[in-house]
C-alpha cells in the first residue's frame, strides 16, 4: 500500500477551462475526503464520501464544483469554468468510517488558473 | 460550532531551543484533536492525536502535545528544534460524534529554525 495517491501534482490551466483530478484513497478505506488549501491557510473542507455515497457538501462546493466516487473506489473532483478564485491546492484524504487509525492526506494538486 | 485558534502565524526558533506551538479549540461535541505538519509543496503528515485516554500525546519526530479540557488548548512542543522541523504546521478539531468525519483546521503556524 503505497498511501493515498493524488493525480495530477499540479496542473496550470487557463480560466474557463475545465479540469479534473484524481484521488486514490488507501484500498481499504471505506471514507475518501477532499479539502481545499489556500495559500497562507489551513486546509477547507470540501466533501466526502462513505463508499460511494456523498454525504456531506461544503457551501464552498459551487455548482461548478462535481465529486464522484464510483464505485466506492477512486474519486474525481471537477471543477468547471475555472476562475482565478480556485487556485489552490487541492488535498484528498481517506480513513475508515470508525476505529482509532485516523486519517491518510495525499501530497495534493496544486492548481494555478491564470 | 467547532473552531481552531492557533496562535502566531509565524514562530522562530534556534536549533536545540524548545519548540511551543499554540492551539486552542472549541467544540460542542468530545474533541478528537490533531497536529499535522506540512512541507513546502507536500500534502498533509499526522504527528499526533489525542481521541480518548491519557492527555499527554506522543507523536513521531520527538513532538508530543497535552490536551487541556478546562483550558481548550492542545498545545504542541519538542524539547529541542531541529533544522529538519522547519515546516507549517496545523491543528486541527473533529466537528462532529462521527469518529472520522470532517476536520476544522486553524490557519497553520510556520517555524522556521535558525543555527
Known amino acids: 500500500d503505497t498511501g493515498v495517491s493524488q493525480n495530477p501534482r499540479h496542473k496550470i490551466t487557463k480560466r474557463g477551462q475545465n479540469v479534473t483530478f484524481r484521488c486514490d484513497p488507501i484500498?481499504?478505506?471505506?471514507?475518501l475526503y477532499w479539502y481545499r488549501q489556500t495559500l497562507g491557510q489551513g486546509p477547507e473542507f470540501l466533501t466526502y464520501f462513505q463508499n460511494e455515497a456523498q454525504l456531506e457538501k461544503s457551501r464552498l462546493l459551487s455548482d461548478r464544483f462535481s465529486a464522484e466516487r464510483p464505485k466506492g473506489s477512486f474519486s474525481t473532483l471537477e471543477i468547471q469554468r475555472t476562475e482565478q478564485g480556485d487556485s489552490a491546492m487541492y488535498l484528498c484524504?481517506?480513513?475508515?468510517?470508525?476505529?482509532?487509525?485516523?486519517?491518510?492526506f495525499g501530497s495534493g494538486t496544486r492548481l494555478t488558473v491564470v | 460550532a467547532q473552531s481552531v485558534t492557533q496562535l502566531g502565524s509565524h514562530v522562530s526558533v534556534s536549533e536545540g531551543a524548545l519548540v511551543l506551538l499554540r492551539c486552542n479549540y472549541s467544540?460542542?461535541?468530545?474533541?478528537?484533536l490533531f497536529w499535522y505538519v506540512q512541507y513546502p509543496n507536500q500534502g498533509l503528515q499526522l504527528l499526533l492525536k489525542y481521541t480518548t485516554g491519557a492527555t499527554l500525546v506522543k507523536g513521531i519526530n520527538g513532538f508530543e502535545a497535552e490536551f487541556k479540557k478546562s483550558e481548550t488548548s492542545f498545545h504542541l512542543t519538542k524539547p529541542s528544534a531541529h533544522m529538519s522541523d522547519a515546516a507549517e504546521y496545523f491543528c486541527?478539531?473533529?466537528?462532529?460524534?462521527?469518529?472520522?468525519?470532517?476536520?476544522?483546521f486553524g490557519a497553520g503556524t510556520q517555524v522556521v529554525v535558525t543555527p
Open positions: 484500498s481499504e478505506h471505506n471514507r
Open positions: 486541527a478539531v473533529r466537528t462532529t460524534t462521527d469518529s472520522w468525519g470532517k476536520l476544522q
Open positions: 484524504a481517506s480513513s475508515f468510517s470508525t476505529g482509532a487509525l485516523g486519517y491518510t
Open positions: 467544540s460542542s461535541v468530545p474533541p478528537y
